[in-house]
T-cell receptor, first 111, second 112 residues
Framework: GQQVMQIPQYQHVQEGEDFTTYCNSS?????IQWYKQRPGGHPVFLIQ?????EVKKQKRLTFQFGEAKKNSSLHITATQTTDVGTYFC???????????FGDGTTLTVKP | SQTIHQWPATLVQPVGSPLSLECTVE??????LYWYRQAAGRGLQLLFY??????ISSEVPQNLSASRPQDRQFILSSKKLLLSDSGFYLC???????????FGPGTRLTVL
């Protein structure tokens, strides 16, 4: 079945440093979504990418979808303590009829 | 606007006892509905999803079951809980498989 791998599993950064998490799928995706789960909370949708090579920005967050639509990345510039949490990608394979979540990258930020 | 409700927020149950978790969605019709389980510090494991009333797809064989008796109601059940059923149970909805998922607040289940 479809697999979505996400790396790294954990990332510890000093406040102000950049952070990147990568998502790789074993199959070509129709779209990819990114979610953020704060400690003790539930996942919250951040963004969806659909087109090959697409890049979207939300303030300090930059999301990319690979040309082959099999990988994606989330980059945070100058992390802040409010960025702590677990970031999940979810890739949709149309044949599967549902999205598959990666295992997430947990970000901790030292003030 | 749409809202999703889950209850209870926390639950402590003995091994071998039954389970019933309920999820309801307001403000939309014919949503896709999902049940996930998240172990502490781990990812989201899809348990069941439903594209309509009475239509349930099971992702992982286990002692859990799901039902969708009404369009916006999704129920997760077990006849006999195991220790390994402990976790954070999340319900989610989406307009379709192409759209983003909206998660409920979750239920933290501890089986003792």
């Amino acid at each position: 079945g479809q697999q979505v791998m996400q790396i790294p599993q954990y990332q510890h950064v000093q406040e102000g440093e950049d952070f990147t998490t990568y998502c790789n799928s074993s199959t070509t995706l129709s779209n990819i979504q990114w979610y953020k789960q704060r400690p003790g909370g539930h996942p919250v949708f951040l963004i969806q990418l659909v087109k090959s090579g697409e890049v979207k920005k939300q303030k300090r967050l930059t999301f990319q979808f690979g040309e082959a639509k099999k990988n994606s990345s989330l980059h945070i510039t100058a992390t802040q303590t409010t960025d702590v949490g677990t970031y999940f990608c979810a890739g949709l394979n149309t044949n599967a009829g549902k999205s598959t979540f990666g295992d997430g990258t947990t970000l901790t930020v030292k003030p | 606007s749409q809202t999703i409700h889950q209850w209870p927020a926390t639950l402590v149950q003995p091994v071998g006892s039954p389970l019933s978790l309920e999820c309801t969605v307001e403000g939309t019709s014919n949503p896709n509905l999902y049940w996930y389980r998240q172990a502490a510090g781990r990812g989201l494991q899809l348990l069941f999803y439903s594209v309509g009333i009475g239509q349930i797809s099971s992702e992982v064989p286990q002692n859990l079951s799901a039902s969708r008796p009404q369009d916006r109601q999704f129920i997760l059940s077990s006849k006999k809980l195991l220790l390994s059923d402990s976790g954070f149970y999340l319900c989610a909805w989406s307009r379709s498989s192409y759209n983003e998922q909206f998660f409920g607040p979750g239920t933290r289940l501890t089986v003792l």
